[in-house]
T-cell receptor, first 115, second 113 residues
Framework: GAGVSQSPSNKVTEKGKDVELRCDPI?????LYWYRQSLGQGLEFLIY????????KSGLPSDRFSAERTGGSVSTLTIQRTQQEDSAVYLC?????????????FGPGTRLTVT | AQSVTQLGSHVSVSEGALVLLRCNYS??????LFWYVQYPNQGLQLLLK??????LVKGINGFEAEFKKSETSFHLTKPSAHMSDAAEYFC???????????FGKGTHLIIQP
């Protein structure tokens, strides 16, 4: 079946612009996770959703970052007023439910470059 | 809070040799532990996980890992390396809650012919 998909696969944007990154989870998966992979910081957990709800937003790097999920499916990660330090690969994962008993399946990522 | 340390950002082994990738965790309670593999331009794929059952965990592609509480380690091994094993390997931990995983910095495995 279809895996987790993310779009766009690559995004180049100018400093100060807003960007939206999209994640389509595996059908039927109620939990969705966002991670950031960068050279300096490695893989960082940003936020997760159980259904449409994000219980803890403290992992988001700054208030320029926001995420939403609608209809228990697609999620968007929005970065406002992008900065060069936002350049990274943004990975999305989904699992049947939230919790360690359920494997997280990762998408291929969106490579964001801020110039 | 969890933290995960992977010793060696790059490991090089000859084809057919033993693969050993090191992972140590820091936690006040034994965490749940995972190894993921990432091939170029692809997402992460789960190799194996430890969830407090057997301390020796077998995964896909011939990999296994042993949880050693006394050493706070969860090293990944494979008896005989194959060229297709060349990839980035990540150790990760969870405290058991429903939030995300804490990852190590990753180890790039290079296989020499």
């Amino acid at each position: 079946g279809a895996g987790v998909s993310q779009s766009p696969s690559n995004k180049v944007t100018e400093k100060g612009k807003d960007v939206e990154l999209r994640c389509d989870p595996i059908s039927g998966h109620t939990a969705l996770y966002w991670y950031r992979q960068s050279l300096g910081q490695g893989l960082e957990f940003l936020i997760y959703f159980q259904g449409n709800s994000a219980p803890d937003k403290s992992g988001l790097p700054s208030d320029r970052f926001s995420a939403e999920r609608t209809g228990g499916s697609v999620s968007t990660l929005t970065i406002q007023r992008t900065q060069q330090e936002d350049s990274a690969v943004y990975l999305c994962a989904s699992s049947l439910m939230a919790g360690v008993s359920y494997e997280q399946y990762f998408g291929p990522g969106t490579r964001l470059t801020v110039t | 809070a969890q933290s995960v340390t992977q010793l060696g950002s790059h490991v090089s082994v000859s084809e057919g040799a033993l693969v050993l990738l090191r992972c140590n965790y820091s936690s006040s309670v034994p965490p749940y532990l995972f190894w993921y593999v990432q091939y170029p331009n692809q997402g992460l794929q789960l190799l194996l996980k430890y969830t407090s059952a057997a301390t020796l965990v077998k995964g896909i592609n011939g990999f296994e890992a042993e949880f050693k509480k006394s050493e706070t380690s969860f090293h990944l091994t494979k008896p005989s390396a194959h060229m297709s094993d060349a990839a980035e390997y990540f150790c990760a931990a969870s405290g058991g809650g429903a939030d995300g995983l804490t990852f190590g910095k990753g180890t790039h495995l290079i296989i020499q012919p």
